[in-house]
DNA sequence: CTACCGATTGACT
DNA sequence: GTCAATCGGTAGA
């Protein structure tokens, strides 16, 4: 079945988040997000990211430096940022270029195994309310602040595969400014897929 | 300690 | 489209 397939596919490499976020959160559209818990296996495809850098992005929580909240940032690539917001969880994966803390917001995921557990989660049955929008994602998923600094590239709890059908030249890549943020509207760092009901954000920004 | 606020969501007009 | 709930992080007294 097409669960086991991709729990035996090997993880995204280190080397695969060491590089500018903004070309990570491109190609981590299509990947395949995988959780593991007691409940068993669940996740789905990512069809919806934001790139954050820390110099010259006032809108990147590594903006203002190192903290408690923000330490994974600037720890090394390939770990989980788990956020708190709003009394909600945001799940990032951390990035390097330069050596400069960055990270890729991951923002919607088309959802496609263990369905029952995320509906029961969401306390929702519709599959376009179970992993539209960054916290819904997490809620789906169990995903809190125990999973912030964690090593996404082990393949176990969480982490990322390359889907058993890429991209292609047909699937058209939108590139707009970031959903949410108060500074640095003008940046053009959030990556989805055209057309995918599966994405969030404003109408103008999904086609 | 208090006060303010946000990379959100869900309910509602 | 508008708006308020929610609570941890942060800054400041």
Redesign the pocket.
């Known amino acids: 079945m097409f669960v086991f397939d991709l729990a035996d596919a090997p993880p995204l490499t280190q080397a695969f988040y060491q590089r500018d976020p903004a070309r990570v959160a491109q190609e981590l559209l299509g990947k395949i997000l995988l959780r593991k818990t007691r409940a068993g296996f669940a996740g789905g495809r990512i069809v919806e990211t934001?790139a954050?850098r820390a110099e010259g992005d006032s809108?990147?929580?590594?903006f203002?430096g190192p903290?408690?909240?923000?330490r994974a940032?600037f720890g090394p690539p390939g770990r989980a940022?788990v956020?708190?917001?709003?009394?909600?969880y945001?799940f990032?994966a951390v990035t390097e270029y330069r050596g400069q803390a960055s990270?890729?917001?991951i923002?919607s995921m088309e959802p496609l195994v263990g369905l029952t557990q995320m509906q029961t989660r969401?306390?929702?049955e519709r599959l376009l309310?179970l992993a539209?929008?960054?916290?819904?994602?997490?809620?789906a998923l169990e995903i809190d602040?125990r999973l912030d600094s964690w090593n996404l590239t082990r393949g176990k709890r969480l982490w990322i595969v390359n889907p058993h059908a890429p991209l292609t030249t047909s699937d058209r890549i939108l590139q707009t400014p970031?959903?949410?943020?108060?500074?640095a509207k003008e940046l053009l760092l959030r990556f989805c897929l055209a057309d995918c009901p599966f994405v969030?954000g404003?109408?103008k920004w999904r086609t």
């Open positions: 934001e954050y809108a990147s929580h590594a203002r903290s408690r909240r923000n940032m940022y956020y708190a917001i709003h009394a909600k945001c990032n990270a890729v917001l923002r969401r306390k929702r309310d539209r929008g960054p916290a819904r994602i997490c809620q602040r970031r959903i949410g943020v108060t500074s969030s404003p109408r």
